[in-house]
């Protein structure tokens, strides 16, 4: 009796499961449209007219951010090239539960922003990795004094005062300031926290134009293109945002070989996106790829914050659209449907599969709107492998998978990195080419041919 209770309740619990999972992937399909997209700018663009608005660009500032400092390189010639008012915003560090391993990012951002930056024709150099408190306070106070017109200028000679430790610079431009006093540094600094958030974000680096958010560099080519759409760029200049690079219109021949560590969570989109991509770079350079599954972030005791897992969302589904990826279908494998789908993983590797493997799972639960915790959809996983799903079964819901995956997450960190989708790509040599995090880091693995190319010659 008590059993077929057990046994009831169990089934009420798997229907009542699919249910959430369903509303939400339904949810997130309407959100992430192109057509409730349109209709969001749309609505926005009206309103901004009827109120007579010029086009404002927030722009939020982190003076002791690499990729603010880049950011702010390039605010003048926004300005010069499209109808827009920029009013930036001084703010302090991320909320701590959108980035949980601190110090590692930090470090990342530095050696990130020193090898992007030449790319771009921006600047970013420093032999430092912590700036002093008191440095960054004064640093604050500068900017908070500065009107917005000065404001992209005197940024600029800031962040140079602080990557390159040039206190006596700082305090010059400091005396030439309006002086505030801590409390007031702190009480302002926590005002544009306040709007930071209610903008959409939580980092510095950010531009935040009429209800959506971009990041950095890596993001302008789509505020541009949306500025562009309004008719706002003036004289049809060209794009500021521009990435130089070795590339060249005759093929890659190198007798380099390169090999990925490929460090990729069956719940991160970015990962899918970052997969897609690389099944194609395959196709036209010699890379091996080691797949090495690792558990999502927040099954490992981290949290992400509701306007920060709404923009990763939003902001994947306009660089799919972009690379033609299809995206937005999504319901989420987090726990039972990432453990059953890993624990099928060493199965599949022994039968060299796992490129596949995955592909097959991620297009299935980011793009197709399957439950990934079903029978059904693994089998039928399995069965597109050429696989038999009877031997697959054997494997489904035990435990071997653990230790791989923990001995991934120990290597990913000793890498430097501590979130996927993380790439260490290395020579024929197996030596340590570069350490890169992000999809937004691929073109690098093709520029590293290029520089290997040379090294041929």
């Not at 109120?51 to 390189?73: A, G, M, R």
């Amino acid at each position: 009796h008590g059993y077929r209770n057990n046994s009831r309740a169990r089934k009420i619990m798997i229907i009542i499961d699919w249910l959430i999972l369903e509303v939400r992937r339904r949810y997130l399909k309407k959100f992430l449209s192109q057509s409730t997209q349109h209709k969001k700018r749309n609505k926005k663009e009206i309103l901004r007219i009827k109120d007579n608005k010029p086009h404002e660009v927030f722009y939020l500032h982190q003076v002791d951010d690499p990729y603010s400092h880049l950011c702010c390189q390039v605010l003048d010639q926004l300005i010069a090239s499209y109808e827009i008012k920029i009013i930036p915003l001084v703010v302090g560090m991320p909320p701590q539960s959108t980035t949980p391993e601190v110090e590692l990012l930090k470090q990342h951002s530095i050696d990130d922003a020193t090898i992007i930056a030449p790319y771009y024709g921006l600047n970013f150099s420093t032999k430092r990795n912590e700036i002093p408190i008191e440095m960054i306070e004064k640093a604050q106070s500068i900017l908070l004094s500065t009107n917005s017109t000065r404001f992209a200028s005197k940024a600029k000679r800031v962040g140079e005062a602080l990557w390159q430790n040039n206190r006596i610079a700082l305090d010059e431009m400091l005396k030439k300031t309006k002086p505030i006093t801590h409390q007031d540094v702190k009480e302002r600094i926590e005002v544009n926290n306040i709007k930071r958030k209610q903008l959409g974000h939580y980092l510095g680096a950010v531009f935040a134009y009429e209800g959506e958010c971009y990041w950095s560099i890596d993001r302008l080519a789509f505020l541009e293109e949306r500025l562009k759409d309004l008719n706002v760029r003036k004289h049809n200049k060209e794009l500021v945002i521009k990435r130089n690079s070795l590339k060249t219109n005759t093929p890659l021949i190198s007798s380099q070989k390169m090999t990925i560590d490929f460090f990729i969570s069956a719940r991160s989109p970015y990962s899918y996106l970052a997969l897609k991509q690389l099944i194609e770079l395959k196709k036209q350079l010699p890379l091996k790829i080691n797949y090495r599954p690792i558990l999502p972030m927040v099954m490992r005791g981290m949290k992400i914050d509701l306007e920060k897992g709404m923009y990763i969302l939003s902001d994947c589904k306009r660089i799919a659209n972009q690379k033609e990826i299809s995206f937005g279908n999504i319901t989420d494998p987090l726990g039972r449907a990432v453990e059953r789908f890993y624990s099928l993983f060493p199965y599949v590797k022994e039968l060299n599969k796992e490129e596949e493997f995955f592909d097959l799972f991620l297009t299935a639960v980011w793009a197709n709107g399957k439950h990934g915790y079903l029978d059904s959809t693994l089998k039928n996983i399995i069965r597109k492998l050429d696989l038999p799903w009877d031997d697959a079964k054997k494997e489904l819901d035990t435990d071997y998978w653990r230790e791989e995956i923990e001995n991934n997450r120990k290597a990913m960190y000793k890498i430097g990195k501590w979130g996927p989708p993380s790439f260490a790509v290395k020579n024929q040599n197996n030596e340590v080419l570069i350490n890169l995090w992000g999809q937004d880091r691929l073109w690098l693995i093709e520029e590293m041919m290029y520089l290997m190319k040379d090294k041929d010659k």
